[in-house]
């Protein structure tokens, strides 16, 4: 039996013990479901949960029934509780040990063949190499023509005297003459004033960023999100997580907010003049006692 | 439908697949839509909408598609009712009130 009939087979047994008036609706939608799914794993696991479904269902129509009736129901909605509504709790459980069981063995088939198939290489193939060369001598080299070269140094008649200017006489001894104050040198360079950046007017809430699933989860943290904004707190780049709050909800919900932020964070500056920088920016998200 | 229970239990699943339709309400989804959102097994899934679709949160109807020409079999759309909307969002904003600003 193909897997696809098996799926096809898990899911026609499972509409078939559903309430009546939901197994033909259960069986089609069931099946245009199934076709959503690609691989043989993920449709398996797909039927063997309808299966799991139709009790549940069964079971929560169950007491309907029942409580319409008479006092007999009480029985049934017992033997229901043991007997999940439409088979025997043996059953179940062998059914359900059976499907695990059909799913581990087919996972390993998939999972080691796919293994295997990489693993061992393929085929191996004579194949003629290119002859070498014999060794050949190189040609020799051509020998340099060296001729003897002459260089004739020219002599320089070098015939200096010294006059001594009267005008320009060189003295020696103390000067009582005030030197000019020579300008200060600059001991210490120019110390550039910088500011941070940050958020700025108009930023949004984080209230409105946390995530609904947190809030009832109670998840509580500090996100860290390095931002890159220019002159006009405008974002240069996508913003990223560098510290995350232990929740991917959370971290998720602080990028949004910082990507929301742009155009309204209040840019770095440097000697007054905003410039373009990057800087950790930290979003708490925090629940009300 | 069996009863018509407005009262649903709210677990976490059922959070998660009633926040994958509030994404945008108005849409229709089906079971595999809703799984690739919320990634909940099958045997979670179609209870859960079977119980919101009794509970009169959901209503369903066949895709309206001809199955031949599509390639594909038609599938069940599910969406959410006025009931259902303002229940879901009652439910969502009782947890939004307890955030700081």
Known sequence: ?289 | MGKKDANVRMSLQTLRVLESFLENPTEQLSGADVHQRCHIASGTLYPILLRLESAGWFVSQWESIDPSSAGRPRRRLYRLTSTGLRRASEVFASFNRGVLA
């Open chain 1, 1 to 289: 039996m193909s897997q696809r009939n098996v799926t096809h087979w898990l899911i026609h047994h499972a509409a078939r013990h559903a309430p009546d008036s939901l197994a033909e609706r259960l069986e089609e939608e069931w099946l245009a479901d199934l076709e959503t799914r690609t691989s043989g794993v993920s449709r398996l696991r797909f039927a063997v949960g309808c299966c799991w479904a139709t009790q549940v269902i069964a079971y929560e129509h169950q007491p309907s029934t029942a409580v319409a009736s008479n006092a007999a129901a009480h029985t049934l909605i017992a033997s229901t509780d043991q007997n999940f509504g439409f088979i025997s709790l043996r059953s179940s459980t062998f059914f359900l040990v059976l499907s695990l069981h059909v799913v581990l063995i087919y996972g390993f088939m998939t999972a080691l063949s796919h293994t295997h198939k990489s693993a061992v290489p393929d085929p191996l193939q004579n194949r003629d190499l290119p002859r070498s060369q014999p060794d050949r001598v190189p040609p020799p080299l051509p020998t340099p023509n060296l001729n003897h070269v002459i260089i004739e140094v020219p002599n320089i008649e070098t015939n200096l005297t010294y006059e001594p200017d009267p005008d320009h006489s060189v003295t020696t001894g103390p000067v009582d003459e005030q030197l000019p104050p020579t300008p200060p040198t600059p001991s210490t360079p120019h110390v550039v004033k910088q500011m941070a950046g940050g958020p700025g007017a108009g930023f949004p809430d984080t209230a409105d960023f946390y995530p609904s699933l947190s809030i009832h989860l109670g998840e509580q943290g500090v996100s860290t999100v390095r931002v890159c904004v220019d002159a006009k707190g405008r974002l240069t780049s996508d913003p990223t997580t560098l510290k995350g709050s232990g929740s991917a909800r959370l971290d998720e919900g602080a990028l949004k907010l910082a990507r929301a932020g742009s155009g309204h964070y209040r840019a770095a500056t440097e000697d007054g003049q905003p410039v373009s920088s990057c800087y950790p920016l930290g979003i708490r998200f925090q629940l009300k006692n």
